[in-house]
């Protein structure tokens, strides 16, 4: 069983995912804020973040991802129809993506 730490502005979506990931058999938090998803973090110390990049804006998303530093393991979820390149994350994922392939990116990583 691996933490993970969901941070989404979108309160419905992070639970959402915090759901599915602990019928996956792991501990989920959610923070809707990069600055509560810092403080988790460091609380916390999860195994994963799986966070949106848009956090309403991606320059949110990208700053949380350099707060985090460079030891953190990052799932990015991006709406974008190209998949971007971001620095410092594990996995970036397209969004929507199937459940088992969100499951099997935290598990690699975890």
Known sequence: ???ILVV???SEQAEMRCVLLREGGHDATAAYSPEAALKSYRRRRPDVVLMD????RAEDGMG???D???EARVVILSGSR???SVDGAARVLR???SSATLLK??????
Do not use: S, T
Not at 53 to 56: D, G
Not at 105 to 110: G, P, S
């Open 1 to 3: 069983m691996a933490r």
């Open 8 to 10: 989404d502005d979108d």
């Open 53 to 56: 990049l848009k956090l309403p």
């Open 64 to 66: 949380l991802l350099r």
């Open 68 to 70: 985090l530093g460079p």
């Open 82 to 84: 190209v998949i971007p």
């Open 95 to 97: 969004k929507p993506c």
């Open 105 to 110: 990116a935290i598990r690699e990583l975890a």
